[in-house]
């Protein structure tokens, strides 16, 4: 399939796409361009063969060029450049938690985390209904969850409940590194 074979994919991709972050149905983007929905709906399914005109009525309706329409779908990936990823600095300067989601997300985080030897935090309660996951990558830490101590070595797995109390510890000369995963957990 060579590239004019794949313009009504992308025409599809696009307009689908656009319409999606407007937070607008068919009908709705139909309404605006000006079109029947029966158009848009033959147009995303990437069967039709627009004419300009209805080409140009969407486009306007999108706020876009028709080229936007017609071009290879923008790539949905983001690279973050590792002294752009988020740093926060606790305990003192020996603990380093690197926020790995740049997205916000209620409820949700992903963090490397890196504690200095002989260092210590004290974690905090997440939202009620969450669930951590924390694995060690390098070293071994200490996790302390509602009176009980975890000792979590490289490749382990400790999942507790978000919402208790719970603390982290590195009781060896060496530093630590843990990826800590916070998630609501489907009741």
């Keep these: 399939m060579d590239e004019l074979d794949k313009i009504p994919l992308y025409l599809s991709r696009n307009i689908s796409e656009l319409r ?4 607008w149905s ?9 079109i029947p929905r029966s158009t848009l709906t033959h147009i995303e399914s990437g069967d039709g063969n627009p004419s300009l005109v209805n080409l140009m009525r969407v486009a306007a309706a999108l706020g876009v060029g028709v080229e936007e329409l017609l071009t290879r779908p923008r790539s949905q990936t983001l690279l973050i450049p590792a002294e752009k990823v988020p ?10 938690i690197h926020k790995l ?17 002989e260092s210590a935090m004290g974690g905090q309660p997440h939202l009620s209904g969450t669930k951590e996951y924390m694995t ?7 996790v302390q969850v509602a009176g009980q101590s975890h000792v979590v070595s490289k490749g382990d797995v400790l999942a507790f409940p978000g919402n208790q109390p719970h603390g982290y510890r590195n009781l060896r000369k060496s530093l630590a590194v843990a990826i800590s995963m916070v998630i609501p957990v489907p009741v």
């Design 20 to 23: 999606t972050k407007k937070n």
């Design 26 to 34: 068919q009908q709705q983007l139909a309404q605006v361009a000006g």
């Design 87 to 96: 740093v926060q600095i606790r305990s003192g300067g020996l603990v380093r």
């Design 101 to 117: 989601l740049p997205d916000k997300f209620r409820g949700i985080a992903i963090e490397r985390m890196e504690f200095e030897p």
């Design 136 to 142: 060690v990558l390098q070293g071994e830490v200490v």
